[in-house]
C-alpha cells in the first residue's frame, strides 16, 4: 500500500551540493514520521534527518546539522533532502523511511520505520 521512492542521487565533489527527493503514496501522512538514513559499504545504517508530516517539525544527526535539510511538501507528497557542503564521508546509498506516529524526535532508530524506499547512490569525490 505504502511506496516510497528516492531520486537525485549521483556524483558531485567534495563541497558540493545534491537535492534528495522521496515521493510517497499509499495513504495519508499526517500521522506519520519521515526519515532519511544512509548507509555506506561495510557499515550499518546510519540516521541522518526526520520530519512529522503534519507540522514539519524536524531532527537531524549531529555529523549532518547546518548541512543537510529535510523539507516536505504536503501537496506533491514529496520529501526533501537537500544535502549543501558536501564531504567523502557522506558517500552512501540514502533511503527514504517512514514510522507511524512518535515524532522526528524520538524516531531515530531504523527498526521504528515500517516502510522503505529503495534507496539512491550519493558520491561524493575527493
Known amino acids: 500500500q505504502v511506496q516510497l521512492v528516492e531520486s537525485g542521487g549521483g556524483l558531485v565533489q567534495a563541497g558540493g551540493s545534491l537535492r534528495l527527493s522521496c515521493a510517497a503514496s499509499?495513504?495519508?501522512?499526517?500521522?506519520?514520521?519521515l526519515g532519511w538514513f544512509r548507509q555506506a559499504p561495510g557499515k550499518e545504517r546510519e540516521f541522518v534527518a526526520a520530519?512529522?508530516?503534519?507540522?514539519?517539525?524536524?531532527n537531524y544527526a549531529d555529523a549532518v546539522k547546518g548541512r543537510l535539510t529535510i523539507s516536505r511538501d504536503n501537496a506533491k507528497n514529496t520529501v526533501y533532502l537537500q544535502m549543501n557542503s558536501l564531504k567523502p564521508e557522506d558517500t552512501a546509498v540514502y533511503y527514504c523511511?517512514?514510522?507511524?506516529?512518535?515524532?522526528?524526535?524520538?524516531?531515530?532508530?531504523?527498526?521504528?520505520?515500517?516502510?522503505w524506499g529503495p534507496g539512491t547512490q550519493v558520491t561524493v569525490s575527493s
Open positions: 523511511a517512514a514510522g507511524y506516529a512518535l515524532g522526528p524526535e524520538r524516531l531515530t532508530g531504523q527498526y521504528e520505520y515500517g516502510y
Open positions: 499509499g495513504r495519508a501522512f499526517s500521522s506519520y514520521t
Open positions: 520530519i512529522s508530516w503534519s507540522d514539519a517539525r524536524t
